[in-house]
């Protein structure tokens, strides 16, 4: 499992070890890594807004956050295309990590 190449707090972290463990590879290739990354600090935002979203329940942050969340949502699905070919189970284990995720604000 490669370490992530910038901070990230508890749930991009959670995020990263999740994928890394579910899908075994053989050489993470640079740009899955960045993939993963990126994606593990969008998830790292995307918790730090839905905190403001549910203590002062701005209709903007409540934009942004569906923003984010739609981001989040393209990532994974690039990231599941990316990998597909590399790891069997990968299918199964992104239908795991959104159900994790599915937390409505």
């Known amino acids: 499992m490669p370490e ?3 901070f990230l707090a508890a749930e991009g972290r959670a ?3 999740r994928v890394w463990t579910a899908a ?3 050489a993470a290739s640079p740009v899955a890594v960045e993939m993963v990354q990126t994606l593990a600090e969008q ?3 995307r918790l730090r807004l839905r905190q403001v979203v549910i203590r002062d329940q701005g209709w903007r ?3 942004a956050l569906r923003a984010l ?3 989040v949502m393209a990532g994974l699905v690039l990231l599941a ?3 597909e070919g590399g790891v069997s189970d990968f299918t199964s284990s992104l239908s795991d990590l959104l159900a994790e995720m599915d937390d409505p604000a």
């Open 81 to 83: 295309e990316r990998l």
């Open 4 to 6: 992530p190449g910038r």
């Open 15 to 17: 995020f990263w070890d």
């Open 24 to 26: 075994v590879f053989e």
């Open 43 to 45: 998830i790292d935002e």
């Open 61 to 63: 942050d409540r934009t």
């Open 69 to 71: 969340d739609g981001q």
